[in-house]
């Protein structure tokens, strides 16, 4: 399972930290982990992915520096700190997993993706 947190309303120019905590029997350095996210009347998109190590990372072209995907495998826990937020940023945001465990590859398809947390709203005002 996955629950994702940490989504809120907030002004443009400021930032989010949402976070992704998995539970399961699996180690969590066994899993990749992603970020996508579903604005109103559209499909849901890539946002950011990281391999199960954290060596290899992809972000989206909109949000490259100013966004980041890492985790903490300690924790079981994955992160994407969201800084310079934009209004177009407004959306429901959705962590995914893959296990992986001999892989350290980043995944950027959502049909990658395993397992799928249930969202977590972030609204940006302007």
């Known amino acids: 399972q996955l629950q994702a947190s940490g989504g809120g309303l907030v002004q443009a120019g400021n930032s989010l930290r949402l976070s992704c905590a998995a539970s399961?029997?699996?180690?969590?350095?066994?899993?990749?982990m992603g970020w996508f996210r579903q604005a109103p009347g559209e499909e849901r998109k890539f946002v950011a992915g990281i391999s199960r190590g954290g060596g290899t990372k992809y972000h989206e072209d909109s949000v490259k520096g100013r966004f980041t995907i890492s985790k903490d495998n300690a924790k079981n826990t994955a992160y994407l700190q969201m800084n310079s937020l934009k209004p177009e940023d407004t959306a429901v945001y959705y962590c995914?997993?893959?296990?992986?465990?001999?892989?350290?590859?980043?995944?950027?398809?959502?049909?990658?993706?395993?397992?799928w947390g249930q969202g977590t709203l972030v609204t940006v005002s302007s």
């Open positions: 995914a997993a893959k296990w992986v465990p001999h892989s350290n590859v980043a995944f950027t398809l959502d049909s990658s993706y395993d397992h």
């Open positions: 399961s029997g699996r180690t969590g350095r066994d899993y990749a």
